[in-house]
Each structure stands twice: as C-alpha cells, then as structure tokens.
C-alpha cells in the first residue's frame, strides 16, 4: 500500500534560517507527489506539487524536487519567516481518483 | 471564485448520537472526497464521492456514510458516535475529467464527542 513518512517535528529555527523538511514515500507505479501547509485553525492548503520523476515544484519560496531513486520529496526553503511558521504536510496520490496519503506532519516553529 | 466551504464549523455531540456534516464544493468540481484529521496525525481518507456515488472508501466502518447531491454538494453521516471519532473532519474538492488534479480543501468541521 501507499505511505508518507516524514521528519518529526517541531523543527524550531530562526527567521532567515535554512529549512529542510525531509518527506519519502512507498507507492505503486507514478505516484504524483504534494506538500501541503495548515495554518491554525484553518484546513490544508496546496504549497507545490510534481507529478514526474525530477520535477522540481515551488511556490512562496518553496522547493521540492521529486526524487524516484531515493523515493523522496523533501520540502527546502532558503530563508524562512515568522509568518512561515504551521504544519507542513508531505501528501501522495496515485489513483485516478486523486485520492491522497499524507504523512503525519511536521509542525515549524519560526522565532523572530 | 469561492472556495469548498464547509459547515458547520464546530460541533459538540456525545457518544451514541448520530451526526451530519456538509460540504459544498469549489465551483467547478464535481469531486467530492472527507477525510478525517485527529489531533496531531494527517488526514486519513474516508471515501469519495462522484455522480452521487461512492466511488473510493478508505478503511472506515459502515458507521461513517455519506450522500452527494446533484449540485456535487455533499454530506458525510457519522452514527453510533464513539469518543475516538473526535476530529477535524476535512472536505476536499476536484474536477473527476481533469486527471489527477490537486484537491482543494475546507477549513473543516472540528468535531468533539463527550
């Protein structure tokens, strides 16, 4: 079956630091591969996706590069902020039904 | 353009009751899937919904049902509520034609069984 298994949190850093978040996966065939980012008290929202081996997606500052070898779909940015800070959600479909397995999460914690 | 909204948006019951959540969603979709987020855990998928049927269920029981009405809006039906069914019940939209398309979710109904 599909899983998602991410890097435990919370990933406490400070405003302009380097984040990685580390997310592989275990699908069948092509999976297409999503982080999501919740925000307290709200739902999920799409941060980027790669549907393809090496797509590399990216959105606010964002980055993940969609690594078939290793299976892996880790999340980057160069320089986070305080405004950054929620629960990051590493999420993968391979149906036709666009159904998604998400890992646990990773809470940030951004401090000024 | 608005977005899949859901209600309501905070619900207290206790065990046995039965419940009712709606959805409607993104204009456009005709896709509708609910997944249930307990605290600190992702989401888990509980099924789909198109053309008014069940299409996908994911490992949930009977207890958990749900309805899709012909303007794609949708209902999820929880019966016989236990104390572990306290979560945050998430609806997500998409287009079926559109392959897979990134699903777009609700802030959630946040669901506490006494």
């Known amino acids: 079956g599909n899983s998602v298994t991410q890097m435990e949190g919370p990933v406490t850093l400070s405003e302009e630091a380097f984040l990685t978040i580390n997310c592989t996966y275990t699908?069948?065939?092509?999976?297409?591969l999503f982080w999501y980012v919740q925000y307290p008290g709200e739902g999920l929202q799409l941060l980027l996706k790669a549907t393809k081996a090496d797509d590399k997606g990216s959105n606010k500052g964002f980055e993940a590069t969609y690594r078939k070898e290793t299976t892996s779909f880790h999340l980057e940015k160069g320089s986070v902020q305080v405004s950054d800070s929620a629960v990051y959600f590493c999420a993968l479909s391979n149906s036709g039904y666009s159904t998604l397995t998400f890992g646990k999460g990773t809470m940030l914690l951004v401090s000024p | 353009d608005a977005g899949v909204t859901q209600s309501p948006t905070h619900l207290i019951k206790t065990r046995g009751q039965q419940v009712t959540l709606r959805c409607s969603p993104k204009s456009g979709h005709d896709t509708v899937s609910w997944y249930q987020q307990a605290l600190g855990q992702g989401p888990q998928f509980i099924f789909q919904?198109?053309?008014?049927?069940?299409?996908q269920r994911g490992n949930f029981p009977d207890r958990f049902s749900g309805h899709q009405f012909p303007n794609y809006s949708s209902e999820l039906n929880v019966n016989a509520l236990l104390l572990g069914d306290s979560a945050l019940y998430l609806c997500?939209?998409?287009?079926?034609?559109?392959?897979?398309?990134?699903?777009?979710f609700g802030d959630g109904t946040r669901l506490s069984i006494l």
């Open positions: 919904y198109y053309e008014e049927e069940e299409r």
């Open positions: 997500a939209s998409s287009h079926r034609s559109r392959g897979n398309q990134p699903q777009h």
């Open positions: 699908a069948t065939g092509y999976p297409s």
